[in-house]
């Protein structure tokens, strides 16, 4: 299923990204990256392994510090905030980590619980629970609620990683390489989940990847980086209509593999 | 930089140990950096209770069975080495003192904190070094909780109180089977061995035991924490943070025991 192309607003950048260069030792990753992304989008970010488009959204939540360049998400400049605001602006922004990152000593209920109840601490406990089972029945696992992580599949630990990011009710979710090493079924499993929740959460997402088949599912715009910059941006038929080698070089790795 | 080519006063040999001294005062630095991070967290709440009791209950009541055994022989091994040499002068009278303050000053604190810094000490690094490489700190992290505090000030604390009462526990245990080993080869009683060891060990004996096995406990929890929470390199990186986390808490137990006692002896 492709997504349907809508307007974007591009009058409302949610994240504003100038200049933006991260090292580390002597390995320049990223390398003056500009890049607004706006309100109520889906940005694909592609490029091979190892360009630096993990360590963009890593900075784009904080995770990371730039060494020079200016990062703004949601109207705050993110390498100037102090903890406690840093700590707030991440209530705004969801992370989905490439290997989910479950915690697992905990069941996927106190998983789920573990953002909310840390966060919210007057819940009462009826709506608590209320709360982590909205969540995972719009990731479609209620049935898992009381699993360990290492009982679940890759896919499931996926939606649930998902899930514990949406109880948050964040306004932006940023994606890391949510098909990696899933099978082709479960990737469009992801993708559909990655569409919905943008419709039903009105999130804007950023989405690393290197699947052009998800990129083509979940994007409204598609930038490229290669060598630490960004390309090309546009939608997928403007970037693979491009005559650049690198880019043609992507797109036939992936469609004729 | 490649010592053969940028430099030729620089040798291979000079240039390793310049690397490795580097590498040392830069790990102690960071290290300095950590504990002062956990003073900077430890009073500013949120104050993480719930994780701090079960991070208790973690240390303390799960080590109860090993210290309890472990206390329990040393007792027993204590009095029967010391006997003969004592019989020789006939003083096999003097048992429960030397015992009380053998026990009381050294081998409870030492034991304990040698057994805390294996099992409670690998777990810390093994755990957060594990957490760490699976990303679950950074998940932690953005989900606007400082892991940090819930993870390592927690622990840290949880060894500074627990292990001066596993220590006084195991002073407990040992001088039971010291006094098992005593009653069956001696026939003193108990009200007569336990006088006798409470006679000889001072106020200033139980001060310095606390002090000592706060110290240490902290030293457990801090060195623990530290090689898990800074561990990299995949799993690798987790089996040597739980190696370093034991090696290195042992090996700064006996440095501190050594500085603290000379500290305790001047009071004397």
Same mark, same amino acid.
């Given at each position: 299923?492709?997504?349907?192309?809508k307007?974007?607003d591009r009058?409302?950048?949610?994240?504003?990204?100038?200049g933006?260069?991260?090292a580390?030792g002597?390995?320049?990753?990223l390398? @003056?990256?500009?890049?607004e992304?706006? #309100?109520?989008?889906?940005?694909?970010?592609l490029?091979?392994s190892?360009?630096?488009?993990?360590?963009?959204?890593?900075?784009?939540?904080g995770?990371?510090?730039?060494?020079?360049?200016?990062?703004?998400?949601?109207g705050?400049?993110v390498?100037?905030?102090?903890?406690?605001?840093?700590?707030a602006?991440?209530l705004k *922004?969801?992370?989905?980590? #490439?290997n989910?990152?479950?915690?697992?000593?905990?069941?996927?209920?106190?998983?789920?619980?573990?953002?909310?109840?840390?966060n919210?601490r007057?819940?009462?406990?009826?709506?608590?629970n209320?709360?982590?089972?909205? *969540?995972l029945?719009? *990731?479609?696992l209620?049935?898992?609620?009381?699993?360990?992580?290492s009982?679940l599949?890759g896919?499931?630990?996926?939606?649930? @990683?998902?899930?514990?990011?949406l109880?948050l009710?964040?306004?932006?979710m940023?994606?890391?390489e949510?098909?990696? @090493?899933l099978?082709?079924?479960?990737c469009?499993?992801i993708?559909?989940l990655i569409?919905?929740?943008?419709?039903?959460?009105k999130?804007t997402?950023?989405?690393?990847?290197?699947?052009?088949?998800?990129?083509?599912?979940?994007g409204d715009?598609i930038?490229m980086?290669?060598?630490? #910059?960004?390309?090309?941006?546009?939608?997928?038929d403007?970037?693979?209509?491009?005559?650049?080698e690198?880019?043609?070089?992507?797109?036939?790795?992936?469609?004729?593999? | /930089?490649d010592?053969?080519?940028?430099?030729?006063?620089?040798?291979?040999?000079? %240039?390793?140990?310049s690397?490795k001294?580097?590498?040392?005062?830069?790990?102690?630095?960071h290290a300095?950096? $950590?504990?002062?991070?956990f003073?900077?967290?430890?009073f500013?709440?949120?104050?993480?209770?719930k994780e701090?009791?079960?991070?208790?209950y973690?240390?303390?009541? &799960?080590?109860?069975?090993l210290?309890?055994?472990t206390g $329990?022989?040393?007792?027993?091994?204590?009095t !029967?080495q010391?006997r003969?040499?004592?019989a020789?002068?006939?003083a096999?009278s003097?048992?429960?003192?030397?015992i009380?303050?053998?026990?009381?000053r =050294?081998?409870?604190?030492?034991?304990?904190a040698?057994i805390?810094a294996?099992?409670?000490?690998?777990n810390m690094? =093994?755990?957060?070094?594990? /957490? &760490?490489?699976?990303?679950?700190?950074?998940? +932690?992290?953005?989900?606007?909780?400082?892991?940090?505090?819930y993870?390592v000030v927690?622990?840290i604390? =949880?060894?500074?109180f627990?292990?001066?009462i596993?220590?006084? %526990?195991?002073a407990?245990?040992?001088l039971m089977?010291? $006094?098992l080993s005593?009653?069956s !080869?001696?026939?003193?009683?108990?009200?007569?061995?336990?006088?006798?060891?409470?006679d000889?060990?001072?106020?200033l004996?139980?001060?310095?035991t606390t002090? &000592?096995?706060?110290?240490?406990?902290?030293?457990i929890?801090v060195?623990?924490? %530290?090689?898990?929470y800074?561990?990299?390199?995949?799993?690798?990186?987790?089996?040597?943070? =739980?190696?370093?986390?034991?090696?290195?808490? +042992?090996f700064?137990?006996?440095v501190?025991e050594?500085i603290?006692?000379?500290?305790?002896?001047a009071?004397?």
């Amino acid at each position: 299923m492709v997504r349907e192309q809508k307007a974007i607003d591009r009058s409302n950048a949610v994240i504003s990204i100038k200049g933006l260069k991260k090292a580390f030792g002597d390995l320049e990753v990223l390398r @003056g990256v500009d890049l607004e992304v706006y #309100q109520g989008e889906n940005l694909v970010v592609l490029g091979r392994s190892g360009t630096g488009k993990s360590v963009l959204i890593k900075v784009i939540s904080g995770l990371l510090l730039p060494d020079a360049g200016e990062v703004e998400v949601l109207g705050e400049s993110v390498e100037h905030l102090s903890t406690r605001e840093l700590m707030a602006l991440r209530l705004k *922004v969801g992370f989905s980590f #490439q290997n989910s990152a479950l915690y697992d000593s905990m069941t996927v209920r106190q998983n789920l619980e573990f953002p909310l109840v840390r966060n919210s601490r007057n819940l009462r406990r009826k709506e608590i629970n209320r709360e982590v089972e909205d *969540v995972l029945e719009a *990731v479609g696992l209620s049935q898992t609620i009381e699993q360990m992580p290492s009982e679940l599949s890759g896919g499931q630990r996926k939606r649930i @990683g998902i899930a514990r990011t949406l109880i948050l009710r964040p306004e932006i979710m940023l994606y890391d390489e949510p098909t990696a @090493g899933l099978d082709p079924i479960t990737c469009i499993e992801i993708n559909n989940l990655i569409n919905e929740v943008q419709e039903k959460y009105k999130t804007t997402s950023i989405i690393i990847t290197h699947d052009l088949t998800c990129a083509k599912e979940t994007g409204d715009r598609i930038a490229m980086l290669l060598d630490g #910059q960004f390309a090309i941006q546009g939608t997928f038929d403007e970037v693979f209509a491009s005559k650049d080698e690198r880019v043609q070089s992507f797109y036939n790795y992936n469609f004729t593999q | /930089m490649d010592p053969n080519t940028e430099n030729p006063n620089i040798t291979p040999r000079k %240039y390793v140990i310049s690397k490795k001294l580097d590498s040392m005062f830069f790990g102690i630095y960071h290290a300095y950096q $950590f504990v002062l991070r956990f003073f900077r967290e430890v009073f500013v709440p949120p104050y993480e209770f719930k994780e701090i009791i079960h991070q208790c209950y973690e240390v303390g009541y &799960k080590s109860l069975p090993l210290i309890s055994l472990t206390g $329990f022989i040393t007792g027993i091994v204590f009095t !029967n080495q010391s006997r003969p040499s004592l019989a020789n002068f006939g003083a096999t009278s003097w048992l429960p003192s030397l015992i009380s303050i053998a026990i009381i000053r =050294a081998l409870a604190p030492l034991v304990t904190a040698l057994i805390a810094a294996g099992k409670v000490g690998s777990n810390m690094g =093994a755990e957060l070094g594990s /957490m &760490k490489v699976t990303e679950q700190i950074d998940a +932690m992290e953005v989900s606007a909780t400082n892991p940090f505090k819930y993870l390592v000030v927690s622990r840290i604390l =949880a060894t500074t109180f627990m292990i001066p009462i596993l220590v006084m %526990y195991t002073a407990c245990v040992a001088l039971m089977g010291a $006094f098992l080993s005593v009653h069956s !080869n001696e026939q003193t009683s108990f009200s007569m061995f336990f006088s006798q060891v409470f006679d000889t060990i001072s106020f200033l004996d139980i001060f310095s035991t606390t002090f &000592k096995s706060t110290v240490f406990g902290f030293t457990i929890g801090v060195v623990g924490c %530290y090689h898990g929470y800074n561990s990299s390199k995949g799993t690798e990186g987790v089996g040597r943070a =739980a190696n370093s986390a034991v090696v290195a808490a +042992m090996f700064l137990i006996f440095v501190e025991e050594i500085i603290i006692v000379q500290i305790v002896n001047a009071f004397r």
